[in-house]
């Protein structure tokens, strides 16, 4: 379960201060499938970050699985995050140099395995995203959707509790966004994992357990 009390964040730089945020208050069920909507600028991404540990809020706090997170030191957090969080952008951000499956098998270079067991729990992912047959393909030789997939499959190596999606499809034809969704929903109906999904597109929203609305930094629905 992730937990979200009243959640601030401010950027500031020399000459201007935004307030992202403004006192959020969220909690996501474990095993729910939750989307984040709103317009450009409203705070989506800032949010979701924060639900990551990527970054920190100005004010308020985060539970992750009953834990509150200011209580851990840099090194709990950096475990935390790659053992129970998996992380989907836009942009796929593969490796160009590496094939799939070495692409699938990084996050898993802090964990304690060997070789052998990091390339079978990689080939697992890639099989789960159907990529099965293009383990040493390198990106380019891939389609945007099968990218993607490939960065679903990186995402999900390490058995996450939760898996954060920024745009998963923004990048996609209809078809292809829809071969995502299906992905998403079975890593939720099939393992009970925790999906939040920022989006701009109302109908793949609809798709999920609940749509969650923000503008100008707070929540509206
Ligand atoms: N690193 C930063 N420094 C300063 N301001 C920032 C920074 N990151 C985001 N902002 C500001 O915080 C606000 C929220 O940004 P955020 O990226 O969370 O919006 P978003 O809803 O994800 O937008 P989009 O849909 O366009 O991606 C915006 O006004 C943005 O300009």
């Known amino acids: 379960m992730i937990v979200l009390k009243n959640i601030e964040k401010i950027y500031r730089t020399e000459t201007v201060e935004t307030i992202a945020l403004h006192g959020i208050d969220l909690e996501i069920e474990e095993g729910e499938f939750v ?4 317009p450009s600028g409203c705070g989506k991404s800032t949010l979701l970050n924060i639900m990551g540990l990527l970054d920190e ?4 706090y985060v539970h992750i699985e009953g834990t509150r997170i200011d209580s851990y030191s840099d090194r709990s ?3 935390l ?6 992380f989907v952008f836009q942009s796929f951000h593969l490796i160009p140099d590496l094939n799939i499956l070495d692409n699938v098998m990084l996050p898993l270079i802090y964990r304690k395995t ?4 990091r390339r079978e729990r990689a080939r697992t992912a890639l099989e789960r995203v159907g990529l099965q047959s293009r383990l040493h393909h390198f990106p380019h030789q891939l389609s945007g959707g099968q990218q993607q997939r490939v960065a679903i499959a990186r995402a999900i190596v390490g058995s996450p509790r939760i898996l954060l999606t920024d745009e998963p499809t923004g990048n996609l034809d209809s078809q292809m966004g829809g071969e995502i969704m299906k992905i998403l929903q079975s890593l939720k109906s099939d393992s009970g994992t925790t ?3 920022v989006t701009h597109d109302e109908e ?3 798709q999920t357990d609940r749509v969650v609305r923000i503008f100008d930094g707070r929540l509206v629905a």
């Not at 989307?35 to 709103?38: F, K, L």
């Open 57 to 60: 809020p100005s004010a308020g």
């Open 114 to 117: 060997s070789t052998k067991e």
């Open 35 to 38: 989307s984040i909507m709103g």
């Open 81 to 86: 995050r790659n053992h129970q969080i998996g």
């Open 195 to 197: 999906v939040v999904m």
């Open 77 to 79: 957090l950096a475990t």
């Open 204 to 206: 793949k929203a609809e």
